[in-house]
T-cell receptor, first 116, second 113 residues
């Protein structure tokens, strides 16, 4: 059972435009979400996170939005740059009542390509 | 800090051989995770340790897989005997506390012929 889903395997965007990557989850106990970015031949690196007590978290060009009622989150990158081309994973730690047990469940990933 | 170190970076072996993957976590981190990434299943957690003790190995695919953490600075993931379906990229990650921010190593790309 895929508890975290990224239904778009790939996304292509022009440089300077907005990139929107989507993620859906099924486990209503998830209360914290993370986005990781992965370049080829490297391990994933942490990008941004959001707690369920918020509906938005912003860090420079990256903003994550959380819609708890829809069990949906999205990552916005504005403006997109060619260096943003990578695989993006959303993830959620298992746990209940705000406690994380360190066990992350990852989505399948979305390949973002930003064209110059 | 050098980050999480994994070795080897690439491994090619023949079916039936033993494979040992190694990981050195970031100094001071008390959680260590082993993941496997495949096209079919994506990034999946195999096992994780807290203070060198295995906490959850429910993701280990079968008895051919074993992992150890003899001390805070070293862990191994062993596959014996290896099979072609074990071909994947294996990542090690570490974190401080049960914090959600895990730091990943560069991965070991395993090919079993």
């Amino acid at each position: 059972d895929q508890q975290v889903k990224q239904n778009s395997p790939s996304l292509s965007v022009q440089e300077g435009r907005i990139s929107i990557l989507n993620c859906d989850y099924t486990n209503s106990m998830f209360d914290y979400f993370l986005w990781y970015k992965k370049y080829p031949a490297e391990g994933p690196t942490f990008l941004i996170s959001i707690s369920s007590i918020k509906d938005k978290n912003e860090d420079g060009r990256f903003t994550v939005f959380l819609n708890k009622s829809a069990k949906h989150l999205s990552l916005h990158i504005v403006p997109s740059q060619p260096g943003d081309s990578a695989v993006y994973f959303c993830a959620a730690p298992e746990g209940a009542g705000g406690t994380s047990y360190g066990k992350l469940t990852f989505g399948q990933g979305t390949i973002l390509t930003v064209h110059p | 800090d050098a980050g999480v170190i994994q070795s080897p970076r690439h491994e090619v072996t023949e079916m039936g051989q033993e494979v040992t993957l190694r990981c050195k976590p970031i100094s001071g981190h008390d959680y260590l995770f082993w993941y496997r990434q495949t096209m079919m299943r994506g990034l999946e957690l195999l096992i994780y340790f807290n203070n060198n003790v295995p906490i959850d190995d429910s993701g280990m695919p079968e008895d051919r897989f074993s992992a150890k953490m003899p001390n805070a600075s070293f862990s191994t993931l062993k596959i014996q005997p290896s099979e072609p379906r074990d071909s994947a990229v294996y990542f090690c990650a570490s974190s401080f506390g049960a914090a959600e921010t895990q730091y990943f190593g560069p991965g070991t790309r395993l090919l079993v012929l």
